[in-house]
């Protein structure tokens, strides 16, 4: 928006009023992105209000930082990983003999001007209190992502024998430009320049680590964390079946899975959705399976099925055949003892799959430990209900409050105890 001074154009102006017979402060009209328009207040009419953006601005804002902000976690952990490998390998060759300025040291000629700018600012942050952590008084904090991917690149026979390809992480990093400029001058991100960023930093997070980038779940854990501790774990919420599996397929949830226990009118996520031969592996690798149906033959089904519209019987029928679908997986088991089914006959009042991961070593949280819930509806089937998708907090978080995963890990068991085993 230009300085209203001088003369201006004639025609950004109502009809008879100008720059020089004006004797009101101009009103700013904000309108979309590129620029308003200066019109004059008018004396004794009404307050036209305050500038301000309509709800579809405000929601396009929130949309960007959405996209930004995930962009963003991904970003910072590939740099606070890049930069502990670079201390953990280059600090001490360089440190023994340049001390302090073993960073100027490690950029050599090539990159003295960088660091030197770097260490600016630096001394800025320090004037200033900005540095509210004492680790954080440290040059490599100050380098930028390209700076410190000069650093690996200059001194590549220090990295070689940890890391397996170098073109390879280079060619991620590259891919990593883009977001990064758009996030550090906070412009528009595009949902196709987020999964670019999200499949790139995964694939260079796994390979500085060692590991193959599908193993690199931690962006997701994070920005979940954020708002867990509001919405009582609630990670995600989708307004149907359909949605929610295009985000979290059946065999992205059972993944790593140490145990399952469902619960539901007929499990139709996991009978239709999930192979029998899936299901036999995952269970002979030991999840333990506990398998809740309602009792086809109860009165609970009748009803449902009249609330639904069907036919008399149908809805049993479906119930019958995914339990017999999961009993053929159980007789193909070693171990039967740990592929549990049985029937309820109370009213069901909600879908659950309730999974629980493996734990990683020294981790204090439990990776794996999902849960997805849908309501049970009136008039909608389950593949129209709304979808929870429910991550455990970290063990130990503070509050102690416990969030809905355990909630409902609690009515599993209550079903669970009053129920009848499937031979």
């Known amino acids: 928006m230009g300085v209203v001074g001088g003369g201006g154009p004639a025609d950004e102006w109502p009809q008879g009023a100008g720059p020089a017979a004006r004797t009101e402060a101009p009103t700013v009209v904000l309108g979309p992105p590129g620029g308003g328009r200066l019109i004059p207040a008018q004396s004794g009419g009404a307050d036209p209000g305050a500038p301000g953006w309509s709800p579809e601005r405000w929601q396009q804002a929130y949309q960007r930082v959405r996209l930004t902000g995930r962009a963003y976690v991904w970003l910072n952990l590939v740099e606070q990983r890049l930069r502990a490998l670079l201390d953990e390998l280059l600090r001490p060759v360089y440190a023994p003999a340049h001390g302090a300025d073993w960073v100027t040291a490690a950029a050599g000629p090539v990159g003295e001007e960088w660091v030197r700018r770097a260490a600016a600012v630096r001394e800025v942050s320090r004037r200033k209190g900005y540095l509210l952590d004492p680790d954080d008084d440290d040059p490599l904090v100050f380098l930028t992502l390209p700076q410190l991917r000069e650093l690996m690149v200059q001194h590549w026979p220090c990295f070689e024998p940890y890391l397996d390809d170098r073109r390879e992480i280079e060619l991620a990093l ?141 809805l049993s029928r479906s119930i019958e055949m995914n339990i017999m679908h999961v009993r053929r997986v159980r007789a193909r088991l070693r171990d039967q003892g740990g592929f549990e089914i049985r029937v309820f006959d109370e009213t069901p009042r909600f879908t659950a799959y309730l999974v629980e991961g493996a734990r990683l070593p020294g981790s204090r949280r439990r990776t794996g430990d999902l849960g997805v819930v849908q309501p049970y509806l009136r008039r909608a089937r389950g593949i129209e209900s709304p979808a929870l998708v429910l991550r455990a907090a970290p063990v130990g978080a503070e509050g102690g409050e416990p969030g809905l995963l355990e909630v409902y890990r609690e009515e599993f068991e209550g079903v669970w105890a009053d129920s009848r085993p499937v031979s």
């Open 174 to 314: 590259d891919e990593l430009e883009v977001a990064r400029h758009v996030v550090s001058r906070n412009r528009s991100l595009s949902a196709t320049v987020l999964a670019q960023t999200e499949r790139a930093a995964a694939r260079v997070l796994g390979l500085l680590d060692g590991r193959p980038a599908q193993s690199v779940g931690l962006p997701a854990d994070v920005v979940e964390e954020l708002v867990a501790g509001r919405y009582a774990d609630v990670a995600a919420v989708h307004a149907d079946r359909v949605r929610l599996q295009r985000e979290l397929p059946v065999e992205d949830l059972l993944e790593g899975a140490r145990r399952l226990d469902a619960l539901g009118i007929g499990l139709g996520m996991l009978c239709q959705n999930f192979t029998g031969k899936r299901l036999v592996r995952l269970a002979a690798g030991g999840c333990r399976v506990r398998l809740l149906f309602l009792n086809p033959a109860s009165s609970a089904v009748r009803r449902r099925e009249r609330e639904l519209g069907l036919g008399r019987g149908e």
